[in-house]
């Protein structure tokens, strides 16, 4: 691959990681970064991943092969603007945003639909900002492009290949189709966890009941609640029409329960229950996908003192990093005593082979 020059109009923790992935797979490249944040440039120019740290969209971008729109999605309009001025004929411009709509639209309002080939990096942490970006974070992820009509297909193959070589999985769609497709297996199941813990909420009792015994699968099923109130009211609010064509899908799917449940229909019950098993045992076991995959096991521990110690030694040994560590109390849907979460596919399987080795009854979630 010939020297390419990069821009990224945005360095938080997706612009950052991919700047940090070319600057790992491509050494050779050139990057030009601006970022509002002082800081993250300044970082950035320090660990060597950005060439130049412009302090505005200037000519300095007009060297580029390929521009990166990672600012916010409300912000990614008036870059447009910025960067038009700038944008050379040949250059590939992209972004990466959840939803890719809006994007569009204002890329054609702007003139620039035969540059334009939008992006969404299906990868994320709860961490944010340049200073948590990370060039692994784009591995095995599904990477969507969806080109605009007007895009050259040579670009878009060329684009393909680039985003293969940064080590995700290239996957192209239609724009519309990609806001669909996420809306039903990442928009949706945000807001229905945070319905869900919400009702939990509403239901509990003045102790707290239902809080000090939520575990097990209920913990599982609304871990995502967590997430930023900020960034899913914006996903609410620019891909609304499809989430809520689906809320009535998945209204409908609950009424089906209700129904059946009100009418003490075994048959009925059984067969929902079997085609949402048999379905849901037929995705990948890939950490791909808009929803974090969660590297998470259960050990199974003796009750007396030191057994905790003995187990975070062990790992310690090996600078093994722990995200999370608790003593599940409510078992009811899943083994071991003790719950840990790791940062890395990498360091749970490590994690489990030691643990293994040393005699411990291990669990892996399904």
């Given at each position: 691959m010939s020297q390419l020059t990069f821009g990224f109009i945005g360095l938080g923790l997706i612009g950052g990681s991919i700047a940090k992935a070319v600057r790992e797979r491509i050494p050779l490249a050139r990057i030009v970064a601006y970022d509002v944040e002082p800081a993250a440039l300044a970082l950035a120019r320090q660990e060597g991943v950005a060439?130049?740290?412009?302090?505005?969209?200037?000519?300095?971008?007009?060297r580029?092969?390929?521009?990166?729109?990672?600012?916010?999605?409300?912000?990614?309009?008036?870059?447009?603007?910025?960067?038009?001025?700038?944008?050379s004929p040949d250059c590939v411009l992209t972004d990466v945003g959840s939803v890719k709509g809006g994007i569009h639209r204002a890329v054609e309002r702007a003139g620039l639909s035969d540059r334009f080939i939008g992006g969404h990096p299906m990868a994320g942490s709860e961490r944010t900002g340049y200073a948590n970006a990370k060039a692994a974070l784009l591995e095995n992820a599904y990477y969507i492009l969806t080109p605009s009509p007007l895009a050259p297909p040579e670009k878009v193959e060329a684009f393909q290949s680039l985003v293969a070589s940064l080590g995700a999985i290239p996957l192209v769609l239609e724009s519309g189709r990609h806001d669909y497709v996420t809306a039903a297996i990442s928009h949706l199941p945000h807001v229905?966890?945070?319905s869900l813990v919400n009702l939990i909420q509403e239901q509990d009792s003045k102790e707290g009941v239902m809080r000090m015994v939520a575990a097990g699968g209920f913990k599982d099923i609304t871990r995502i609640a967590s997430s930023s109130p900020v960034m899913w009211q914006q996903i609410c609010l620019t891909n609304g029409e499809n989430i809520s064509n689906l809320l009535s899908g998945y209204i409908r799917q609950l009424t089906k329960?209700?129904?059946?449940?009100?009418?003490?229909?075994?048959e009925a019950l059984y067969r929902l229950f079997d085609d949402a098993r048999r379905y849901r045992d037929s995705f990948a076991d890939v950490s791909s996908g808009p929803i974090k995959r969660s590297y998470r096991l259960s050990v199974d521990i003796a009750d007396h003192a030191g057994a905790l110690a003995d187990i975070v030694t062990l790992l310690a040994r090996e600078n093994l990093s722990i995200k999370n560590i608790a003593i599940s109390h409510n078992r009811e849907s899943e083994d071991g005593v003790l719950q840990m979460e790791f940062y890395l596919e990498a360091s749970l399987e490590r994690a489990k082979e030691l643990l293994l080795r040393?005699?411990?009854?291990?669990h892996s979630p399904a």
């Open positions: 060439d130049i740290a412009a302090q505005k969209i200037d000519g300095q971008f007009s580029c092969d390929y521009i990166f729109l990672c600012a916010p999605v409300q912000k990614n309009d008036e870059n447009l603007e910025a960067v038009k001025k700038v944008l229905a966890a945070s329960f209700q129904s059946a449940i009100d009418r003490q229909d075994g040393a005699g411990y009854g291990v």
